[in-house]
C-alpha cells in the first residue's frame, strides 16, 4: 500500500492551488467553504450561518474573487502543474493589473485592469501551448495559432477599453437636465434652486 495523499482545502474544490491565501483564509475554507456542498441539510445550515457572520465578510470576498481563481487556473495550466513557475506567473498578474489601475485608480480602472491581466495571462498560457507544440498536423498548428491570436485580440481589446476610459474624464462631461447645465460630481445650486421654485 502506497502512504494515502492528505487533500488539502485546494484540491477538493478548486482545483487549483489557493495561490497567495494566509493560513486563516485557508482554514475558513477548509472550515466553512468547502463544506457548502455537502449533502446534508443540517451542515449546509451551520455553513451558511457562518458566512452570514459579519466578520466572515472580508474572507467571503476574495473567495468570491472569480477572477483571481480564473487567474490561478491560467497560471496551473500554462505549466501543465502547479509549480514555482506558476506562483511566479500569478505574482505576475497580480503586478500588471496594479501597474494597469495606476495609484488612485476609479472603480471602473480596476475591473478593466484586472480584465487585462487575465487577458495577458491567457494569452501566455495560448502562446506557450503553441511555441511547444511537437510534431503535429498542420490543422492542429493551426488551430493552435488561431487561439494565441484571438487571446491577443482580446488582450489588445481590453486595453484599448482602459485607455479609452482613461481618456474621458467624467468629472468633466457636461450635462443637461429639465434644461438646467451642470457637471457630473459637480453642482448647480443657483439653477436648480431656480428651477425647483419654477416647478412648484
Known sequence: ?????????????????????TD??????DRVISKSEDEDADTRVEVRKEME??????LLL??????AR????LCVQTFHKYNGQAVAMYRKMEAIARDLAGPSPSA????????????????????????????????????????????????????????????????????NLNGVAGLIGGQAPAAGRSVERATQ
Open 24 to 29: 486563516e483564509e485557508l482554514e475558513f475554507w
Open 53 to 58: 457572520k459579519p466578520e466572515n465578510a472580508r
Open 62 to 67: 476574495k473567495y468570491g474573487d472569480v477572477g
Open 108 to 175: 471602473v480602472e480596476v475591473q478593466l485592469a484586472e480584465l487585462a491581466a487575465i487577458a495577458w495571462g491567457d494569452y501566455q498560457r495560448c502562446a506557450m501551448n503553441r511555441e511547444t507544440l511537437k510534431d503535429c498536423t498542420f490543422r492542429k498548428a493551426s488551430y493552435y495559432d488561431q487561439r494565441a491570436d484571438r487571446a491577443h485580440k482580446r488582450l489588445v481589446r481590453s486595453l484599448r477599453a482602459l485607455a479609452a476610459v482613461r481618456r474621458v474624464d467624467l468629472t468633466a462631461v457636461q450635462i
Open 70 to 73: 480564473i487567474g490561478r487556473w
Open 1 to 21: 500500500m502506497g502512504k494515502e495523499v492528505k487533500k488539502t482545502p485546494c484540491s477538493r474544490l478548486w482545483q487549483v492551488p489557493l495561490i497567495g491565501f
